[in-house]
Each structure stands twice: as C-alpha cells, then as structure tokens.
C-alpha cells in the first residue's frame, strides 16, 4: 500500500529533480538564476524543504474526504498553510505556488484512491484530478446561474 510517507517523498523527489535539472534556459538551475534576480538555487532548496511535509497532509486529506467537494476544500486549506510556509521560507519569493497546485492534487487524489480501495496508477490518479475538478468547475457554474 501506498503510504502518505511514500507520497511525500515521491512529491519532494520531484521538486528536488526539476530545481537540479540543468541547464534550463532562463529558469533557475544549478548553474544558474536565469531570468531571476530575486531566486537561485539555494532559495529553491529552501522552500522544498518548508513545504515537503505538506505533501502527506494532502494526502491525508483525500483519504479523509468523503466527496470530491469536500477534497477540494480540504486540499485548499492545506494547500494556503503549504503556500504560507513556503512564502516564509522564501521571504515572500513565489518558488513553488504551481508546484504546490498541481502535486496537493496529485497526492490528495493519491489518497482518496487508496481510501477508496483502487489502485493508485498513474492513469487512476489522473482520473481522480480530472473528475474532482470537473466536480468544481460544474458546481461554479450551478452558483452563477
């Protein structure tokens, strides 16, 4: 089984590969800060470590969550803890917001399939942020009608 320790370290493994991946014209690399004079490297490094321990939360918040509306906003509650601490780590420096986003759905997903007893591939996890935002974006529109 699929451990919220394991997704976490999948989730910092990913970050960790993307900031040493080198080169990568105008963005922050190893080698260099690209096209940013307020980030580097190390900066990045930094606000990996601030949010990693996030990432088991969202996990923990799909496998709690018993609807996809209600992942959604538990995911956003953490989602804002995980922006803050990152945004402490950095000085207010926007490293990883996008970063942030897309693996709090990948790991909340990750948790409400193995809460749900299904496999955890990669197909399914995709199904699962499809569907759970489909599930939002559907429930906007009812609102504004």
Do not use: W
């Not at 190893?30 to 321990?53: K, Q, T, V, W």
């Not at 942030?100 to 591939?121: D, K, M, P, V």
């Amino acid at each position: 089984m699929i451990t919220s320790e394991k997704i976490s370290q999948i989730a910092r493994s990913a970050l960790l590969k993307e900031i040493n991946l080198s080169p990568k014209p105008g963005l922050v690399d190893r080698f260099d800060n690209g096209a940013h004079s307020d980030m580097d490297h190390a900066l990045f490094l930094e606000s990996i470590d601030a949010i990693s321990p996030f990432f088991s939360l969202f996990y923990e918040s799909g496998c709690a969550s018993t609807s996809s509306k209600e992942a959604l906003n538990d995911l956003r509650k953490v989602g804002v803890k995980c922006e803050n601490a990152m945004f402490s780590a950095t000085n207010g420096v926007n490293t990883h917001k996008g970063g942030i986003f897309a693996l709090g759905l990948l790991c909340g997903a990750s948790g409400r399939l193995i809460s749900n007893n299904q496999e955890c591939t990669i197909e399914n996890v995709c199904i699962e942020v499809r569907d759970r935002k489909s599930t939002r974006l559907n429930s906007s529109h009812k609102t504004e009608s």
